[in-house]
């Protein structure tokens, strides 16, 4: 597969750098991503995969380069054009983050309820048509705190597509599932995606479940993209880095053990120091 | 040794230039999003069923506190108060000094304190544990404006609500006055309500009674709020910022109470 065609791609992330604290995250990241298809970023805990979305959808401003969405610089628009951009996207949190007051029937409905002047008996059957689509129309009376990790979500992706978005990111969604809801939702992205001719990015740490469904992949470590290519290439990949994590081995370049000084010296450190003191 | 008490010192003043940075930050970023409160209220006032929902849980459910507050309070201003004017001769004018105290100071003042534990508390925890779980997050990425669809509606909210339940206060609180006074002191019940008509000002009494409960209502609620969306999102940060939105609420009341009447007094 080849993503260097500039035209179908719908988000583009061109030499881009972001750090904060006085730590540089990303150095000089490039991808594209085409339309219609399902990409992955993944990578360690901790690598800024969650960050890269975040500077796609415009919450975080990058220190160099750019993301780019439908060709618009993110950062560069006003928060009326980052509002107009975020209309085209829908975006999966990691713990679904359902509006805790609303039921599921209103957290389905609040998207269309701010942006729309549809009409109560066009937006009931919207929601329910998307609850359908995620297996949930008939748990659309029940409150968040009544639905399982799973379900919720799944409302969350229910919300998520709720204007019929070009572009869906998921933010970690196969995390803390068990293998059916897993299953589920790893089903719901691609079909989803194919339904709607939408563009769907994943943030995720799950090979199986990633390389299942993803059309292309991108691996992101120590700030940059160390590997990248379809699921096959990176099953095959002699990359130590992408073979430790592909095959979740323990150790390898991510060390098992965090730096630190020598073993011996710290064991008898504290007994000396004890005595010392 | 010496090098040792330069580090220390050197340390401490680190710690209280940082310490008194911090300060100013966050006061700065407290007038940040006051300024966006109001920016955004046109926005809010357009879904103002919000706002009349929050006017609900921040009022409507701060009524018991502060009634059944206001009425001892009340009781125990005419115990206190007659024990005192009894000495001069002057019983007759608890009425009076009942509904002064309440309608100029403990009215505002001590809504104020209640809705501060009460209400501010729970704006503060609410927001810090949607903040916690993406939800403002979710929101700004569903292009609607948290600003404008949970900060300024529970704002406004706070704003109506502190002083009816400020006038509430005041009037149980009288009720309580009454009923110790003259059921069970024994107090002329004409003597009581006439001292209190002839003496309380509309404009001095009630009027900054009022102003004071305002000025409260805005400063409690941006406390909280601004506790709130600042907060950690971690437990620990969000309990800090609650516990933070009660004294800095206390404080604030206090303060600015001292500098209402100033201005109230010299005017």
């Known amino acids: 597969m080849t993503l260097n065609k500039a035209s179908q791609n719908i988000v583009e992330i061109d030499n881009l750098s972001f750090g904060y604290k006085g730590r540089m995250l990303h150095q000089g990241i490039n991808m ?16 800024g995969k969650t960050t890269l979305l975040r500077l796609i959808g415009g919450q975080l401003k990058p220190s160099k380069g750019e993301a780019r969405v439908e060709g618009q610089v993110v950062h560069k628009q006003t928060r009326d054009g980052i509002y107009q951009l975020r209309r085209k ?29 549809l009409p109560e008996s066009m937006i009931h059957d919207l929601v329910l048509m998307k609850l359908n689509a995620v297996g949930l129309r008939g748990a659309h009376k029940l409150m968040p705190t009544e639905l399982s990790g799973g379900m919720a979500r799944r409302v969350s992706l229910a919300r998520a597509i709720a204007l019929d978005p070009d572009i869906i990111m998921y933010d970690e969604p196969f995390a803390g599932l068990d293998p059916i809801s897993m299953g589920v939702i790893c089903d719901l992205i691609r079909t989803l995606n194919d339904a709607l ?81 | 040794m010496r090098s040792s008490i330069l580090v220390s010192l050197t340390r401490f003043l680190r710690n209280i230039g940082h310490s008194f940075s911090d300060r100013v930050w966050r006061l700065g970023a407290g007038a940040r999003l006051f300024g966006l409160t109001l920016m955004y209220s046109g926005e809010s006032f357009r879904r103002f069923h919000l706002t009349i929902r929050e006017v609900y849980f921040t009022g409507v459910m701060s009524l018991i506190i502060v009634l059944v507050s206001a009425f001892f309070v009340g009781m125990v201003l005419a115990l206190q108060g007659y024990y005192t004017l009894q000495k001069y001769g002057s019983s007759e004018a608890i009425g009076v000094l009942v509904a002064l105290s309440l ?34 997050a979710a929101m700004e990425m569903m292009a609607v404006s948290p600003i404008a669809r949970v900060i300024a509606p529970r704002f406004w909210a706070g704003v109506i609500a502190m002083p ?53 209502g805005v400063a409690c609620t941006m406390i909280a709020l601004f506790e709130g969306y600042d907060a950690p999102p971690t437990a620990e940060g969000v309990s800090r910022a609650t516990t933070r939105t009660v004294v800095t609420s206390s404080l604030a009341i206090l303060g600015l109470d001292f500098v209402l009447t100033s201005f109230m007094i010299s005017l």
């Not at chain 2, 400020?166 to 004409?190: K, N, R």
């Open chain 1, 89 to 117: 996207m829908g975006m999966l949190f990691q713990q679904g983050a359902l509006f805790t007051d609303l039921s599921v029937y209103e957290n389905v409905a609040f998207p269309l309820r701010e942006h729309t002047n």
């Open chain 2, 103 to 136: 309608i100029r100071e403990l009215g505002p003042v001590v809504t104020a304190l209640l809705f501060a534990g009460r209400a501010g508390t729970a704006i503060t925890a609410e927001i810090g544990l949607m903040k916690a779980t993406e939800q403002l």
């Open chain 1, 197 to 277: 001719g939408a563009t769907s990015i994943i943030v995720s740490h799950d090979v199986k479940e990633t390389f299942t469904i993803a059309d292309y992949v991108y691996f992101v470590a120590n700030g940059v993209v160390a590997a990248e290519g379809t699921p096959d290439d990176l099953r095959n990949s002699t990359l130590p880095f992408v073979h430790q994590f592909v095959h979740g081995e323990k150790d390898g370049p991510v060390p098992f053990h965090y730096a630190a000084g020598d073993y011996a010296q710290d064991l008898l450190g504290f007994e000396q120091t004890r005595r010392g003191a």
């Open chain 2, 164 to 216: 009816v339940l400020a006038a509430l206060f005041s009037m149980v609180g009288i009720l309580g006055g009454y009923m110790v006074a003259v059921p069970l002191i024994g107090v002329d019940a004409g003597a009581f309500w006439s001292q209190m008509q002839a003496n309380v000002d509309w404009r001095l009494d009630i009027v900054n009674g009022v102003i004071k409960s305002v000025v409260f």
């Open chain 1, 32 to 47: 594209v991503f085409p339309r219609g298809k399902v990409i992955a970023i993944m990578g360690g805990s901790g690598t």
